[in-house]
């Protein structure tokens, strides 16, 4: 199921659903043929996150994600140790206990009894595998997404490390554990903050833009089949026009889906002043971002 | 290829782009997968090893386009029509006298751009000696940098006013478009290309009247008025802090706490008990122009950051005109309007030297860069408007290396920014976020976004 070539990637990218640029596909390819992990920068709504789910279907991998948020730790990434069912069985063997340290002539005999059984209370048993140990421990290779790094801290950054260059991470009661196989890893990034170098070394990195507009046309297409041509030509002219204006948060490929599905919706075939008016609030998500675009409707509408 | 590739790397990293080597084995590795006849997909290739975050994919275009296509990079058309001789003939007839520049300039037009280069480069470094008489200003450089426009501009007149039909047209279009590019190389001011910057415009009206009223135009009655505002709004911020703590402080399960507990219980653990654990609170580093007009803004602002200084784990503030103190001792052992009495009356602050931003940076640098770490947001509070001297941009570059985030809030309004001797648009381009500052209201929601 491993790619074969960069038109490969692009071909089995676009039936699973996601349209890429040849820099996309050559990225992708570039990571699986190596596997090393990909670094996916670019504004919010540009395909990001979709991308490492596309990247799964067509590879037949199940996708694990990992969201990441300020003050997220190894307990919530990669495991916990099970304390309340440890508990329970403590108390449910409770008598067993009692056989096993009967005959012991001292304290030091029973430590040394109880002591031998250790391994069966720190096992697999009790670990509650959190993303990170699915990923490497699953029997199937899987595509895992780490989203939204930068929201996590400098701290959680630093412990990534280990995991995206050796593919493996150490439990302290358990040794380290090594990856069955090898996950392709997504790493997305909205730019909230810089990364660290040293995550950046081990990344390729990949920059996804704002669409050009064929490519946003073949994409609104792909989504919305029963689409009038005529209509997605000027809707992406108009969003075009949309993102050169100074707006707080420009519109990205989402947000050109969901106005596009809107307009189809709304039974609107033809970009008028007054529709554009009616449906802004899909656009924009600011209210002086709407404003702006009500200003400069003349521009937004213009064809070149 | 190897060795072509490590000349890249070198220019790459000549160009301030961090390349390792194991970057550069696994782009060799890569290269070996992909068809290298297509260029674009080659370049995709180098830009994804090399060029790790946005801001460094400008400078990587640029040096792969100097590298890969620029003069004496192997094919190139207008080589052809000019050797060397043919080329000091053209350009003598067209007006060229023989100094230093000129042979310079004959050198690029010829494919050597080394002495060119080398004249960029001081003009460059003439900015930052300071003169003799003590005067600091970058008006040399400019004066030098104008020199060498004016001489390409008018060469470029000469070859255009040569005769035609002597067979000269090819050479003399060539020896033009060198020009060109000798041009760009000078009026060039490289900018990283700032892709995570928030520039942020508020628009709530927390309150109306007083809220609007910019901060330059208060009379004394409303800016005790103001203080009352501040203070309600102290009490509103902390409460809310205080509730979003207790919320998110619960940690993993506390074993030994209940085990203990389990005792009472006969051993059965009824109450579990969490751990519980701090939040991480900022560090913060303000820095404050007091010159002027843009006082007034960062005196509410500090007002604000040290009546909540226990939202945060450590507040240090500095004051500047032409070089920094520390004020953050004054706002430590008074009550805060005190202690922006006292800053004002300050005699280590130099309140009738010019604003100098490149010496403030300069002196922060020297005296307080371990005070910043990853934990660190840098608030900035000035307008930029540094009196035509030299910005010394890549120190706030340097500090955006080692802060969590800069932040800057300009008291004037955004249409201002860049005109006159405004250096906004240079230091934008190495901040996290960049906001107007001009009313309460404005301040308001930096503090809300800030705290919470």
């Known amino acids: ?304 | 290829m190897i060795d072509r590739l490590i000349q890249f790397v070198a220019a790459c990293r000549a160009a301030d782009l961090r390349v390792s080597t194991a970057e550069l084995i696994d782009c060799h590795q890569h290269l070996q997968c992909v068809d290298l006849v297509d260029e674009a997909r080659f370049k995709t290739v180098l830009r994804a090893n090399f060029a790790k975050s946005r801001r460094d994919q400008a400078a990587f275009d640029r040096v792969y386009d100097l590298f890969f296509h620029g003069p004496g990079a192997g094919e190139d058309e207008d080589a052809q029509h000019l050797d060397a001789e043919a080329a000091a003939d053209l350009l003598s007839q067209a007006g060229m006298g023989g100094d230093g520049l000129d042979a310079a300039l004959l050198d690029f037009v010829t494919g050597d751009p080394a002495s060119f280069l080398q004249v960029l480069k001081d003009l460059d470094q003439q900015a930052d000696a300071p003169s003799a008489s003590g005067v600091k200003s970058n008006l040399g450089q400019l004066a030098g940098r104008m020199q060498v426009m004016l001489r390409i501009n008018a060469i470029q007149r000469g070859l255009a006013r040569l005769p035609d039909g002597t067979g000269q047209a090819p050479a003399a279009a060539s020896a033009s478009r060198r020009l060109n590019q000798a041009r760009g190389l000078l009026t060039r001011q490289n900018r990283p290309y700032n892709d995570g910057l928030r520039q942020v415009r508020s628009h709530h009206k927390h309150y109306q009247g007083l809220g609007e009223q910019p901060f330059s135009s208060l009379t004394p009655a409303e800016i005790e008025q103001m203080r009352d505002v501040i203070q309600q709004l102290v009490r509103k911020l902390k409460d809310r802090m205080g509730r979003r703590f207790a919320a998110s402080r619960r940690g993993g399960l506390d074993v030994r706490k209940t085990l203990r507990r389990a005792g009472r219980f006969q051993g059965v653990p009824l109450e579990l008990s969490y751990r519980r654990r701090p939040l991480r609170k900022t560090r913060i580093v303000a820095l404050c122009d007091v010159s002027g007009s843009v006082w007034s803004a960062a005196r509410f602002m500090l007002h604000l950051l040290y009546s909540l200084q226990d939202c945060f784990s450590s507040v240090h503030s500095f004051a500047f005109v032409s070089g920094t103190t520390d004020i953050t001792e004054i706002f430590a052992h008074n009550e805060v309007n005190r202690a922006l009495e006292k800053v004002l009356s300050s005699p280590d602050i130099g309140f009738d030297a010019l604003t100098d931003y490149g010496e403030v940076f300069y002196e922060f640098r020297q005296h307080h860069m371990h005070r910043i770490n990853r934990k660190t947001t840098v608030i900035i509070v000035g307008d930029g408007r540094s009196n035509y001297q030299h910005p010394r941009e890549s120190i706030l570059a340097e500090i955006r290396e080692k802060a969590r985030r800069i932040i800057w809030l300009n008291p004037e309004p955004e249409a201002f920014w860049g005109t006159g001797d405004s250096e906004m648009h240079t230091y934008k381009a190495h901040c996290h976020e960049v906001r107007t500052c001009q009313n309460l209201n404005q301040l308001i929601d930096f503090i809300e976004e800030l705290v919470l």
Request: charged share 30%; glycine share 4%; net charge negative.
């Open chain 1, 1 to 304: 199921m491993e790619f074969e070539s960069i038109e490969d990637v692009t071909c089995r990218l676009e039936r699973a659903g996601y349209i890429p640029s040849r820099e996309i596909a050559t990225v992708v390819f570039l990571a699986a043929a190596t596997q090393k992990p990909i670094l996916v920068e670019g504004p919010a709504g540009g395909g990001k996150t979709e991308l490492a789910r596309a990247v799964a279907r067509c590879l037949g991998r199940d996708k694990i994600r990992l969201q990441c948020y300020e003050g997220l730790d190894e307990a919530k990434a990669l495991y916990e140790w099970e304390y309340a069912k440890q508990l329970l069985y403590t108390q449910m063997i409770k008598e067993k206990i009692n056989d096993l340290i009967a005959g012991a002539d001292s304290i030091a005999e029973a430590v040394e009894r109880i002591a031998e059984q250790e391994d069966a209370f720190f096992s697999e048993r009790f670990i509650l595998a959190r993303p990170l140990l699915q990923a490497i421990s699953s029997d199937k290779p899987v595509v895992l997404l780490i989203d939204e790094i930068d929201k996590a801290d400098p701290e959680f950054e630093a412990f990534l490390l280990e995991l995206l260059s050796e593919f493996q991470v150490s439990i302290p009661e358990l040794g380290i554990r090594k990856a069955r196989h090898i996950p392709m890893v997504v790493l997305t990034s909205n730019n909230y903050r810089d990364m660290s170098d040293a995550l950046k070394r081990r990344c390729i990195h990949l920059y996804i833009d704002y669409p050009e507009p064929e490519l946003e046309k073949r994409i609104i297409r792909l989504k919305l089949p029963g689409i009038d041509e005529a209509l997605a030509d000027r809707l992406v002219c108009a969003v075009n026009h949309i993102r050169e204006l100074d707006m707080k948060k420009r519109p990205c490929i989402s947000e050109t889906l969901d106005w596009a599905q809107a307009l189809m919706v709304l039974n609107i075939g033809e970009l008028s002043c007054q529709a554009v008016s009616d449906t802004l609030n899909v656009i924009c998500k600011y209210r002086a971002d709407a404003q702006l675009v009500r200003q400069s409707m003349d521009k937004v509408l213009s064809v070149k």
